[in-house]
């Protein structure tokens, strides 16, 4: 579900629902996205020249598993139009 954010900015927001029940509620943002090491000097200097565009979802709420799992986020793969996938295969 997509709609506007009454006012407070002109955000776009979404609600994504999954199947075994949990939920979030985000707003969408647009920054380069880049994937590097867990060092973040070496990931700045050796690895942000192929960083791309892209616009992706910033978390104002969340439920269910997305509360106690211990991964921080999630990086959707799929070969949809608007994927990470596509943004990097399109930036060559």
Known sequence: RYGSDGGRG????????YTEGSS???YEVEDL?????DDRSESISEHMERAVPFHFGCETSE????RTQYADG????AMHPNSIVRAFAEAG
């Not at 999630?74 to 793969?77: A, C, E, Y």
């Open 10 to 17: 002109g955000r776009c927001t979404f609600v994504q629902r």
């Open 24 to 26: 979030l509620t985000a």
């Open 63 to 66: 439920t269910g598993l997305f």
């Open 33 to 37: 996205v880049w994937f590097g090491t």
């Open 74 to 77: 999630i990086v959707g793969l």
